[in-house]
């Protein structure tokens, strides 16, 4: 194990205490607004995902069949029939641990060295969000609340954090043409099967959403042992929070989007295929600058193709889904690609995942009207396939989960 500089001691005691005395999500609150900035991230950053998506592999443009379908794609507003209702729908995500629990064995108490040398190149992940919303027949409208924290020390020789943190808030709105008589599946909610066949038929559907959010956070990083953060903690003495803040790179402003798609969906018996489009955030969303003295983040305009096979029996049915996306962004093409595949029996469904390299999985329990998830995934986090993996878990517990047919 490399030793580090012992002329830094003090910055590594600083750290080692924070890290030793704070609960672990106090600590990535705390750091990412009070001591640290962002270099550019590596991580495809998408506005909102949908649990049963990630542990699908993110393999959803052509399935989006839950309450983040606005998420991905408005075209499949189209499949959409009846009244559907998403009052209490939290989701939380963490860094997978379990997965790291050599890192924890012994773990040093009162010495920052070694506290420091057991966090560098341990990514730490923080997500929670709630998105309630509804649909009726075509037409959808979500509201989400989006907080995420991602904070990773790197480099013993030269220590640096980065930290990515965004708090998004607003609402969607979107609706979808449907041209063809094509099949519509039954409504979203319990898994209660019929042994009633599905007619045949094909359909086009074009979706468009707006949305408008209120963002907020710190992108960027430090040295920590550079003049820049040195500086602002020396000059901090007497400065409010907020001047504080500012100084560390936060920024606040709010923005419009549009997002677009199409669809085409088959249907034949019990089996449908669909094959779908998907353009988010068309032209990148700007942001108006209300506070701070750093631009806000970008959302990224992202294109996605999708497609997905179904086929629904009396007590079984299964979802297979492959993704390609993003498409525009300059990544290596084994990190655009996503597969998922999803098992359901009455009330379970068992979720699969193959996620640009990184395996996910997990399980869907839905007692109407409470619908729980929760499951592991892997996000690359490097600048490269499989270069370095994010291992996180996920639990979503969606209450007042409401659907009626038509």
Known sequence: MRKINSGNWFYWKIF????????????????????????????????????????MGDAFTAVADDEYTLFYNPAALGRHRGVSAYFINPDVSVTNVLDEMDRFKNFPQDDPVGIA??????????????????????????????????????????PAVDVDYRYDRGFVIGYAYTLGSGFKPKREGRRKKSSKSSSAGKNVSLGLAVKHMNRQGIDNSFDLFGAELLNIISEGKGKDFNQIRNDLGYSKGSAWGVDSGVEFSWTSGRSQFNLGVAAQDIGNTTFEHDEGTERVPTQDMLLSIGTSFRQDFALLDYTLSLDVHPINQDIDYLRRMHVGFELGIPFVSLLLGWNGGYVSYGVQLELWPIKILAGFYGVELGGKYGQLKGNRGMIYISILNLSFDS
């Open 117 to 158: 040398e057991r966090v560098i190149g341990l990514p730490l992940h923080l997500h929670l969000a709630g998105t309630p919303g509804f649909k009726l027949a075509s037409f959808g409208m979500s509201f989400f609340a989006n907080f995420t924290t991602n904070i990773s020390l790197k480099n013993y020789i030269h």
């Open 16 to 55: 080692g205490v924070v890290l030793t005395l704070l609960p672990p999500f106090l600590s990535l609150f705390l750091i990412d607004i009070s001591c640290v900035q962002l270099a550019t991230a590596k991580e495809v950053r998408y506005l909102h995902r949908s649990p049963k998506g990630l542990m």
